[in-house]
């Protein structure tokens, strides 16, 4: 059975960090570009950034030089190093791989106040 699994979510002040991690288990996506998706009630999904296989990068441009994905292959892991948050930052975070099949985790909540 794949899954994917992310954890790290949490409360956390303005300016602070978290890393977040998505656990892939049942396949290999080293050859696939992993994402991390976020959202917030009321609004629409929202692609965050994404990593290809060959370990090229894209962000969307809110969290450019905030943010840092990568990626684990040995271990099938991905993260999302977030730094100097924002409370426009906080939304449920979802990583999710295209294969055949599209596959979500279940998310990970990232709540950023004082």
């Known amino acids: 059975q794949v899954q994917l699994v992310e954890s790290g979510g949490g409360l956390v002040q303005p300016g602070g960090s978290l890393r977040l991690s998505c656990a892939a288990s049942?396949?290999?996506?080293?050859?696939?570009?992993m994402h991390w998706h976020r959202q917030v009630p009321g609004k629409q999904r929202e692609s965050v950034a994404f990593i290809t296989a060959n370990g090229a990068t894209t962000y969307v441009e809110s969290v450019k030089g905030r943010f840092t994905i990568s990626r684990d292959n040995a271990n099938n892991m991905f993260y999302l190093q977030m730094n100097n948050l924002k409370p426009k930052d906080t939304a449920v975070y979802y990583c999710?791989?295209?294969?055949?099949?599209?596959?979500w985790g279940q998310g990970t909540q990232v709540t950023v106040s004082s």
């Open positions: 049942g396949r290999d996506f080293s050859g696939y570009t």
């Open positions: 999710n791989v295209v294969a055949e099949i599209g596959y």
